[in-house]
């Protein structure tokens, strides 16, 4: 037999709520639980719809309120309860922001009471103690024995403080999403309840040059991590060491992942709160000093970002014609920066106002070509055709080398990772 349709969407709402990092194991669990109620419900006596109704119509008003009741009053309980009462105001509000998502997978509008006993949103993290959180991992992070884990949190929170992602948006960045120079950063946006076959958002945000320093630190840290991870290595934020797989091995004992490996967004919320905890105990008594949260979420919320959109899936011909400018503005500089070995010294034309010219257009080219989605190995394949090969020159056209080496590593390359000067 058929399952019903309605049943059937539910249950697809479902399976994509569970796969949305965004949302936690537990609401995933409250979700499921509310759309087992409502296949309970509709083949209630006292509900007005049944599994033959549209799945929109299991969102309207009169049929969410007779659900509502139904479920405060225990009708909707698998097992029997001796002496049922009414359910809290808590397991009430539970159900409403439960069907809100539900609805919002499915794409359909909700007409939901208004929530019961609403807590007030807790209080983003004020300027002053997110300023004082980034210069005290700074000036941690440039002391020898920090540590690397120290060194991915300070990048970390950089980025969220200038772009304000939700952990499972920072945990989906690859290297593919830092611009050649560091400037900017991309985000896939995913907000909660999103319907499951809707795309994803894509918004390209500017990094401040302490974060763009915090984030070069990191690269560099991350290219010994990543040396002997098998395959690509393209996540930009990866285990400082290993940890346990969840599963048994072959003869019992646990199988470990190695360090190096795409970090999870439960794992960055441990790191996150380790560091705050530590930080909260040594400013301790320090005046003007309030106990910042240890949850990231209050010091996203605290952010300004000034977003720009970008494609989710770049525009051929528009790519086309940011690679030609690319590769038009590579041949250009070209001419100023010379191909070097390791036996052999040139210098570099880099002052004369034809070359400053070159380097301004070369950046402004290879940035547009990014923004639209272009690839870093594309864009490299264009400036080696136009003359710039070495890491000298790729410098002088804009790219980080920390950048460079963890482009070469993802693609499966290697790259001698330049100090910096």
């Not at 210098?347 to 070369?362: F, G, H, K, P, Q």
């Not at 490299?380 to 080496?405: C, F, M, V, Y």
Request: charged share 25%; with cysteine; hydrophobic share 45%.
């Amino acid at each position: 037999m058929t399952e019903p349709l309605v049943l059937t969407a539910l249950a697809r709402a479902v399976a994509g709520v569970r796969l949305d990092e965004d949302v936690s194991a537990a609401r995933s669990r409250q979700v499921e639980w509310v759309a087992g109620e409502l296949a309970l419900v509709l083949e209630h006596e006292e509900h007005p719809l049944d599994t033959t109704a549209p799945v929109a119509k299991v969102f309207e008003a009169e049929s969410v309120d007779a659900y509502l009741e139904l479920a405060a009053r225990g009708e909707l309980r698998r097992r029997e309860v001796p002496a049922p009462e009414r359910t809290s105001d808590k397991s009430r509000q539970v159900r409403i922001e439960a069907l809100g998502i539900l609805a919002a997978a499915l794409g359909v509008p909700a007409e939901l009471p208004r929530l019961p006993d609403n807590p007030p949103a807790k209080t983003p993290v004020a300027r002053r103690p997110r300023s004082i959180l980034r210069s005290s991992l700074l000036e941690r992070a440039d002391i020898r024995g920090g540590g690397v884990e120290r060194v991915r949190l300070l990048a970390m929170i950089g980025v969220v403080l200038d772009a304000g992602p939700r952990s499972g948006e920072l945990c989906r960045q690859g290297v593919e999403d830092l611009a050649p120079d560091l400037s900017q950063t991309r985000l896939r946006r995913r907000p909660q309840g999103t319907p499951v076959d809707a795309p994803d958002t894509v918004e390209l945000l500017p990094l401040s040059r302490s974060t763009q320093a915090a984030v070069a630190r990191w690269l560099r840290e991350r290219a010994a991590l990543v040396a002997a991870a098998q395959g690509s290595a393209d996540a930009l934020w990866v285990s400082t060491r290993g940890n346990h797989a969840g599963e048994p091995g072959t003869r019992g004992n646990a199988v470990t992942r190695p360090s190096g490996m795409p970090l999870q967004p439960r794992g960055l919320s441990r790191a996150y709160t380790r560091a705050v905890t530590a930080l909260n105990m040594e400013m301790a008594g320090e005046p003007g000093w309030s106990p910042l949260p240890v949850r990231m979420e209050q010091l996203r919320r605290g952010s300004d970002p000034r977003p720009r959109r970008g494609p989710v899936v770049p525009d051929a011909e528009r790519a086309a014609r940011l690679l030609a400018a690319v590769t038009r503005a590579a041949a250009a500089l070209a001419e100023h920066v010379p191909a070097g070995t390791a036996d052999q010294e040139h210098t570099l034309d880099l002052e004369s106002t034809d070359a400053l010219a070159a380097r301004v257009e070369v950046r402004r080219a290879q940035l547009a070509a990014w923004s639209e989605g272009i690839e870093h190995q594309v864009q490299l394949a264009a400036l080696a055709g136009a003359g710039l090969t070495d890491d000298r020159q790729l410098a002088a056209a804009g790219w980080h080398p920390a950048l460079l080496a963890a482009v070469d590593r993802a693609a499966g390359t290697g790259r001698a990772l330049l100090q910096p000067a």
